[in-house]
C-alpha cells in the first residue's frame, strides 16, 4: 500500500512582534505573503546549506557569535 504525501506542508513558527512587524513590511514591499517569504527565506538557506554555507559557520552573512543579536 502506496501513501501519497501532500506536495506541501504547512509548519508552525513561534516568532515576537518586532519580527513580524518586519517581514509584514518585507512581504509588502515584495507584494507577497509572509507565508511566502518565509518558505523563500527558507528555500534559500536550505540552498545555501546545501551548497556547504552554514548557519552557524563563518561563511554565513552575520554568523552566529555565541550571542543573541538583534534583527535591525
Keep these: 500500500m502506496q501513501i501519497n504525501m501532500p506536495s506541501k506542508w504547512r509548519i ?19 507584494n507577497r505573503s509572509i ?22 559557520s563563518p561563511k554565513f552573512p552575520d554568523a552566529y557569535k555565541g550571542k543573541k543579536e538583534k534583527l535591525d
Design 35 to 56: 507565508s511566502s517569504l518565509a518558505a523563500t527565506i527558507l528555500r534559500e538557506a536550505i540552498r545555501s546549506h546545501d551548497s556547504g554555507v552554514y548557519l552557524h
Design 12 to 30: 508552525t513558527a513561534n516568532i515576537d512582534e518586532d519580527m513580524l512587524r518586519k517581514l509584514e513590511i518585507w512581504a509588502e514591499q515584495e
